[in-house]
């Protein structure tokens, strides 16, 4: 496994981010649309039931690499 190229999940149990290390251009656009949920220096750095789901929607729709995306969990 290449430590450059990893595929992380997190999740709020309504939503779970996907996050690909090796897409990501450290733009900050996370951090600085939703700094509750996004924390470059802390592990884990994604903690996304500090947020809304429709917050953090909106944050990774502005992510510019892509390196963040998203699917809604299973209800049933």
Do not use: Q
Request: aromatic content about 8%.
């Amino acid at each position: 496994m290449n430590p450059n190229d990893l595929t992380k999940e997190y999740s709020n149990g309504e939503v779970t981010i996907v996050w690909r290390s090796g897409k990501c251009i450290h733009s900050a656009n996370c951090v600085k649309n939703n700094p509750d949920v996004f924390h470059p220096k802390e592990k884990p750095w994604i903690i996304p039931e500090r947020s809304t789901t429709e917050k953090i929607i909106s944050t990774i729709h502005k992510c510019p690499s892509g390196a963040l995306s998203f699917y809604m969990n299973d209800k049933s």
